[in-house]
């Protein structure tokens, strides 16, 4: 079993900060890449930032410059460090991670339950 846990959400004022963390636990063998996505009523879930096992990040247009993602490999880790929050962050943010269970196992993508993040006017 593979269990992603998240934490860090809450309310902030606009112009705000807030770290995210997600942990991964359970049978693992690599975690390749990991994200954090973010989805709000009505919505589809979004990609707001990606990194690769190796440190390559990418971020949607609407954070750049705004949120940073990091992780520690030997943690099992991945961060989301959202700087200048505006309300139109808030939603739920999840933690994605695509990681292969054992060494003869395909790779497959894992969610954490969500953290909520509210930003107020």
């Known amino acids: 079993q593979v269990q992603l846990v998240e934490s860090g959400g809450g309310l ?5 900060s ?3 963390s997600c942990a991964a636990s359970g049978i693992i063998f690599k975690i ?4 954090w996505y973010r989805q709000t009523p009505g919505k589809e879930r979004e990609l707001v930032a990606g990194i690769t096992y190796g440190g390559r990040t990418n971020y949607a247009d609407s954070v750049k410059g705004r949120f940073t993602i990091s992780r520690d490999n030997a943690k099992k880790m991945v961060y989301l460090q959202m700087y200048s929050l505006k309300p139109e962050d808030t939603a739920v943010y999840y933690c994605n991670a695509d990681l292969e269970m054992t060494a003869w196992t395909r790779t497959r993508p894992y969610w954490g339950q969500g953290t909520q993040v509210t930003v107020s006017t």
């Open 12 to 16: 902030v004022q606009a112009g705000g």
């Open 18 to 20: 807030l770290r995210l």
């Open 32 to 35: 390749n890449d990991m994200g």
